[in-house]
């Protein structure tokens, strides 16, 4: 399995469509094998789905994501997981665990609403 988490400062970042970081992990018979932080170079949303997909990410850790985004992530069979805060470290371990706790139905619903995501926590909507 190789796990990504949206990234920033050891926290899952809150904006999928905006992250400049993601850490994969490289998880097999329930360990981390190996961790590493990639840049996206500024990438954007459609572009960050291509972006793992040839890190060969099969699960996808975060806080608030578009449709466009989720979608575009399901028609490569990324799993998903949103909704999620705190930790990168401990969301990937409680993912393996089976015990993440992550809203399946978090979406960023400003796209529409033509606010910015910068000011509040897009986890919440």
Not at 8 to 24: L, N, P, R
Not at 105 to 122: I, Q, R
């Amino acid at each position: 399995m190789v796990i990504a988490v949206t990234y920033e400062d050891g926290q899952v970042f809150q904006h999928f469509g905006h992250s400049e970081y993601f850490k994969i992990y490289e998880v097999e018979d329930c360990k981390i094998l190996k961790a590493e932080v990639y840049g996206t170079n500024g990438q954007g949303h459609g572009a960050l789905a291509d972006f793992l997909h040839d890190h060969s990410v099969d699960t996808l850790i975060c806080g608030g994501i578009g449709g466009g985004a989720r979608s575009a992530l399901a028609e490569m069979g990324i799993r998903l997981y949103p909704g999620v805060s705190g930790n990168a470290d401990d969301a990937v371990a409680a993912l393996i665990e089976g015990n993440l706790s992550y809203d399946p139905d978090t979406v960023c619903a400003h796209h529409e609403s033509g606010h910015s995501c910068g000011g509040h926590s897009c986890g919440n909507h």
